[in-house]
């Protein structure tokens, strides 16, 4: 079936079922219409630092960890501990690449994840030369049924309900607004709420 939003090809969601508990890796990449989702290697870390540089600004309103990546060094080290996180279940963090030219353009990542109880949250940033283009929903729709072929069971995102198009991306996608956990985080100078959002392998839609 193919999804009308994103263009990504779904197939049928899994039963309601135990989780295995085990870590099972996505299978790569990930090919959508547009777009190619890879694991992180060192040969992109340029690439990488280079859309962090020039959207740092914009980035750094919603996205905590881009003042700490202040280096090619920095980049670089972080793609080290993506592949090693890799390996061992607790992080899968994928480039988003253009398809039709390699470009790169953001990231989106599974990360908190909870194999005992089929659990992840999804992560994701684009570069604003990229923005608005339907890349990110792709992405996401990519990711998400990845996880589901693998045995989540509930699938989230939580975003800073100022962040309107990152709300847009998971409402577009049919996840469920569960609550906000108000002033949760310290950022930008101030608490700030954050919106959760989910989807289930049982109840993809609302």
């Not at 990546?69 to 061992?88: F, G, N, V």
């Amino acid at each position: 079936e193919m999804d009308a939003v994103t263009g990504v090809q779904t197939c049928a969601l899994p039963i309601s079922s135990p989780p295995s508990g085990r870590p099972t890796a996505p299978t790569t990449p990930l090919v959508g219409q547009r777009i190619v989702l890879e694991p992180h290697q060192l040969s992109r870390a340029e690439a990488m630092f280079a859309l962090v540089q020039e959207d740092r600004g914009r980035l750094a309103a919603w996205l905590p960890w881009v003042e700490s990546t202040l280096t090619l060094a920095d980049e670089q080290s972080y793609i080290r501990h993506t592949q090693e996180t890799w390996k061992d279940g607790s992080l899968y963090d994928f480039g988003i690449l253009r398809r039709d030219d390699g470009v790169f353009c953001g990231n989106v990542g599974v990360h908190q994840l909870r194999w005992a109880h089929g659990c992840c949250e999804l992560g994701y940033w684009i570069a604003g030369d990229f923005e608005g283009l339907g890349y990110v929903s792709e992405a996401v729709a990519l990711v998400e049924q990845a996880m589901f072929d693998v045995g989540m069971h509930r699938i989230e995102i939580r975003c800073d309900p100022r962040n309107v198009r990152s709300v847009a991306v998971a409402e577009r996608l049919g996840y469920q607004l569960e609550g906000t956990l108000r002033d949760n985080v310290w950022l930008d100078g101030g608490w700030q709420d954050t919106m959760v959002f989910a989807k289930l392998a049982t109840k993809p839609t609302i």
